[in-house]
Structures are given as C-alpha cells and as structure tokens.
C-alpha cells in the first residue's frame, strides 16, 4: 500500500449559483458541483457559532477558545472523516438553522425538479488542529475511497449528498476528495466485483474500493477548493472520500475544518412508514444518515454503541421549528 499514493488535486473548480441549469449539468457529467454562496459569510458564521454553541452545551468541559479543553474525552465521539453523527448533533440549533435557509433549499429543488423535499437529520464534520495533538488526524484518502449506495438494493441515481464548507479551505488542510466522472462505473460494479457485493448486506450502502483500483485514477481525484458558505453537492455513485492535508503551522489553535452535512431528496420517495419514524426522530433528537426514504438511526452506528460513557452528553433541548423547517420533516 506505501507504494501507491494517489495524487489528489487541490483545484479552484467552477463554483454555480444556487438553482441554476449549469449546476445541474455539471453535477450530472461530473458527479459532483460546487454551489456558491449557499449560505453567506454571515451565515456561516452564525452556523459555526451555533455548533460551537452544541459543543459547550454537552456538559464535558468544551470551551471554544481552549484547544487544550478538545481533548478525546471531552469531544462526541467521531466516525470516519471527523463526523460527528449522534449525541442529538442532528437536531442542534445549527443543523436546524442551516436546513432553513432557501438557498440550500433551492440547489436541492433544482436536482429533482420539485420543492416537496424531506431533510436528512445528519451531523457535521469538524477537524481538530492535528499540530496540538497528532491523534486529531484524520485519514488519508488512499484508505477508504468509497461510495455510499449499494450497486444492487439501489440501482441508478437514487441520492445527491452534500456538504456546506463554514472554513477557508487549502490544501495543506484537506478535505473532501471526489474522482470526476466516477459515477458512470456503479452500474458495472455489481459484475465487477461480484464476491464483493455479495458480502455486502442488501441494507449497506457503504461500498469500498480496493487502495489500487484503477477506477482511483481513472480522472484526475479533485479536491474542491470552497468559500466559507460554499456547498459541495455530490452523487451517492461518485467515488469519494475526506482526506487530510500534508501540514499546519505550530500554532494552528482553532478549528481547521467545519462542514455541516445536509441531503434533500423528494417526499413522494418516503413511505407511510418512514415518514412516521422521521416525525419520531424529530420529537427524539434521534439523528440519521443521509437517506431520508430509508430510515437509518445514527445513534446505532457501531462507534457510538461502543463508545464508553455515553451517558455523560447533555442532549440539545427540542427545538420550536418555524413551519418551512417543520415541512422538511414529513
């Protein structure tokens, strides 16, 4: 595997306005898009104050000025890439403000040609400065090159994920990583790596690819340069994942990445049943993953069942929504 490294391309990619034809095209020859400005400066700002709000709020001695106070045993535990998917982070204050503003809305609207779209209840992606304490680290793209939809259960577009970046991005940084045009490889999956997806559970939709594949460097891998309020909208089918850069300065002390996650896909997707499991998800805090028609508890993820003293979160209070936000629930 040492011998292997793929270069991962740190670009200033063409960034569309919310809602607009070219982001559409782009998405679909690319398999990914970058829309500009989804929120604002002054939005991003707000959104990165409320999840520091989220933080302080979990009782374990988090202070947003003190990085000493960051530490493993203070912060929610995290998953793959730095996300944060429990401890109520999918119905914090900040996800909810994010998920109310119409130009988030409208870039979804325009994928799927309606506004009676349902919002997924997922979490953030934050980086600690890796410089303070090299644990903080998060991987490198070369170990886990993904797609995040089964090639049988799921055949065909079925998902467009997203990301709203709140931090000036570089590559000494990293971040999110995608390789252009990858998506037109997921209907030949199935046959490709048939032992593969035979070991995958028809209810997974976490498929990856082996560190040498040459789907890896099929097109050049891009890493997106994005503004602060910038979203990245990608295909469930598109091969990607998140990746640390290569340094910080010694005296990096703040947070060097912070991305809400957030995905919309159209209510008519949604059964009676699932619907009813998002208004209980809402009414419990119970956060979710992308999917919105296909119910999945994020409190169940393995890493937070096997997380030690899970009970020492304090929960964020339910939220009074306002009627456009309730609309995004059922």
């Known amino acids: 595997m040492d011998d292997f490294k793929i270069k991962i391309n740190y670009k ?13 095209e782009y998405l679909d020859q690319e398999g990914y898009v970058v829309i500009k400005n989804a929120l604002s400066p002054k939005e991003a700002d707000k959104t ?95 170990a886990w090159f993904h797609i995040d939809q089964h090639p049988i259960s799921k055949p065909g577009k079925q998902c467009i994920q997203g990301l709203i970046n709140l931090l000036p991005t570089s590559k000494e940084i990293g ?12 209907k030949d999956i199935p046959k490709e790596y048939s032992e593969r997806v035979e070991r995958l559970p028809l209810d997974i939709d976490h498929f990856r690819f082996p560190y040498d594949d040459p789907k890896l460097t099929s097109e050049p891998a891009v890493m997106a340069h994005m503004e602060p309020g910038d979203m990245m909208l ?17 005296e990096t002390n703040s947070l060097i990445r912070a991305a809400s996650l957030i ?8 059964s009676e049943e699932i619907l009813q499991k998002r208004i209980h998800a809402a009414e419990n805090l119970v956060s979710t993953t992308n999917w919105t028609n296909d119910f999945r508890n994020a409190d169940e993820f393995p890493v937070i069942l096997e997380a030690k003293n899970r009970d020492k979160y304090k929960w964020p209070k339910k939220l009074s929504l306002s009627d456009y936000q309730k609309a995004l629930i059922a």
Request: glycine letters at 8%; proline letters at 7%.
């Open 48 to 142: 990165l104050d409320l999840l520091w709000d989220y933080l302080e709020a979990l009782g374990t001695g988090i202070i947003r000025n003190d990085p000493m106070t960051w530490s493993d045993d203070n912060w929610p535990t995290c998953a793959h890439g730095g996300i944060l998917p429990s401890y109520g982070i999918g119905h914090s204050e900040a996800q909810w403000f994010v998920r109310g503003v119409p130009n988030v809305k409208k870039a979804f609207a325009k994928v799927w040609d309606t506004e009676d779209l349902l919002t997924s209840f997922d979490g953030v992606s934050l980086w600690r400065p890796w410089n303070i304490d090299p644990s903080w680290k998060t991987q490198s793209g070369q």
């Open 175 to 186: 971040g999110n990583v995608v390789i252009p045009k990858s998506h037109n490889f997921f």
């Open 263 to 270: 995905c919309m896909m159209p209510k008519e997707l949604s």
């Open 12 to 24: 200033h990619v063409p960034r569309f306005d919310s809602g607009s034809d070219e982001s559409i």
């Open 234 to 250: 990608w295909d469930s089918r598109t091969i990607h994942c998140s990746s640390s850069g290569s340094s910080l300065p010694k």
